[in-house]
């Protein structure tokens, strides 16, 4: 999935106990220095510049059993937001999420997310490609251990570089965004079959070429305020099958799931894919 963020402030989420406000001028390296907060540290990459789309990265190193969360950040947690309204010679940012790791939030659920480090992928489109481009993001997060600590770090950085130092890290982080895919495609790893019982149950089948394969499945609604659960995994399902259910609970008041856009991303051990589905 790709989020395109609007060049206007996002507000802050407060979490617990503190925050962390960072600032750094901007540079013409290709990536901006580390801005080091609570238990995390955050900085701009830049990749090599050609024509009016250029890809940009935001990279976070955590602390040893810290993690900060995915788009959807589960159970509980709050996902990061990004303000790149003041940057220069930008029309728009569209953020890219690698496929996120699922974990116990400590109350007796899951988050999803991330840990030790991770790259989020950005396509930049120039307003004018002949330009220069200054990227400047503002970041909000969590990072969470027992507790969740909110931060915040403020950064800039040029896009100067014909050919960046970033390229290759840029190329595996866009390697671990989930490909889009459709139910039934012949993938290692795919969906079968997505169906609603008479209980309000949606029960989805998952095939893989290595049974072994350890396996998640994430959903999420037609808009950020669809609060789905986490599909559940069956312990039994027909051979070659890897089956999992969820409820639809969590919906907005008067939403109706009947035609309701959805999107299941699944994620093996080698590879994610994504899947765009109306509710029947």
């Known amino acids: 999935m790709i989020i395109k963020v609007p060049l206007y402030a996002v507000p802050c989420v407060a979490v617990a106990l503190l925050g962390c406000a960072l600032s750094i001028p ?9 801005q080091q907060g609570s238990h995390a540290a955050v900085r701009l990459l830049a990749g090599s510049r050609s024509g009016a789309v250029l890809l940009g990265g935001i990279a976070f190193q955590l602390e040893p059993g810290w993690k900060t969360f995915w788009r959807t950040p589960g159970d509980s947690g709050v996902p990061p937001r990004f303000d790149f309204s003041r940057s220069d010679n930008v029309d728009a940012v569209t953020v890219l999420w690698p496929a996120p790791s699922k974990f116990p ?3 007796g659920g899951h988050a999803l997310g991330y840990k030790e480090q991770i790259v989020l992928p950005l396509r930049i489109a120039a307003t004018n490609a002949e330009k220069p481009i200054t990227l400047r993001a503002t970041v909000n997060f969590a990072v969470c251990a027992k507790l969740c600590i909110p931060a915040e770090a403020t950064m800039e950085l040029a896009f100067a570089s014909v050919a960046s130092a970033e390229d290759s890290a840029l190329a595996a982080a866009l390697d671990m965004v989930p490909k889009p895919a459709r139910i039934g495609d012949p993938n290692p790893l795919t969906i079968r079959d997505v169906r609603r019982d008479e209980k309000s149950t949606v029960i989805v089948d998952v095939a893989t070429s290595n049974p072994r394969d350890e396996v998640n499945l994430f959903v ?6 669809w609060s789905l659960p986490i599909p559940t995994r069956h312990e039994h399902a027909p051979r070659g099958v890897k089956r999992f259910s969820f409820k639809l609970d969590g919906l907005p008041a008067n939403a109706n799931a009947e035609g309701a856009a959805l999107k299941l991303t699944l994620v093996g051990d080698k590879s994610a894919y994504e899947f765009n589905i109306n509710l029947n």
Do not use: F, L, N
């Open 26 to 34: 901007a540079t013409a390296q290709d990536s901006s220095p580390w």
């Open 105 to 107: 939030d400590g109350a």
């Open 220 to 225: 999420e609604g037609p808009t950020p305020d």
